[in-house]
């Protein structure tokens, strides 16, 4: 049952933890097991650009391209942080941009959840979710994207490695042990 190894734990989030990382990478479900062990809200930036639409992030790019997509991503990220400390889920290409990264450090904490390759790749190909995949050869486009986006993502404040066959609570429960290192992120009580 999600949430029953992380039950129990009293700290307190000082800052709004942004998880970051590839798709596949669980930042979602990791997202939610960490926002409940630390009894704060979960939010999801690509959920919360997709209301505000009232569109998918498909039809997004579709109606008004990639440029105009980060931007309303850049802004959304920005209005999340601003609001009390939370557990905020980014798409994969949030953390490419520069002032994305920064406004992350800035007022918030990153954490990539680091997963290699084949751990990325065992989660995502039975998934037709995945836009960027539906190519001829999604793994050599996974593989491709991940060389691309892994420098970006080790700029992190902090990373956590995803380890294949680690359950969801045991990676939250990494998280906080990570996060423990950053006092002005959370306060153990």
Not at 79 to 97: F, I, K, Q
Request: glycine share 8%; net charge positive.
């Amino acid at each position: 049952m999600q949430g029953r190894e992380t039950r129990g734990l009293n700290p307190k989030l000082k800052k709004t933890v942004v998880l970051v990382g590839m798709m596949g990478a669980g930042k979602s479900a990791v997202g939610r097991a960490l926002a409940s062990a630390l009894n704060v809200p979960f939010r999801d930036s690509d959920a919360e650009i997709e209301k505000a639409a009232n569109m998918t992030i498909a039809e997004i790019f579709a109606r008004d391209g990639e440029a105009f997509f980060r931007r309303k991503e850049t802004q959304v990220i920005e209005r999340l942080l601003d609001a009390r400390p939370a557990v905020l889920s980014t798409g994969g290409g949030a953390y490419m941009t520069e002032g994305n990264r920064s406004m992350i450090t800035q007022k918030g904490v990153a954490v990539w959840l680091d997963a290699d390759l084949k751990v990325l790749w065992g989660r995502v190909r039975h998934k037709d979710t995945r836009p960027l995949l539906r190519t001829p050869d999604p793994l050599a486009t996974l593989n491709e994207i991940y060389e691309r986006r892994v420098p970006v993502y080790a700029l992190a404040d902090l990373a956590v490695k995803s380890e294949q066959g680690l359950s969801i609570d045991a990676m939250a429960r990494k998280v906080i042990e990570t996060l423990k290192t950053r006092p002005d992120v959370l306060e153990e009580s």
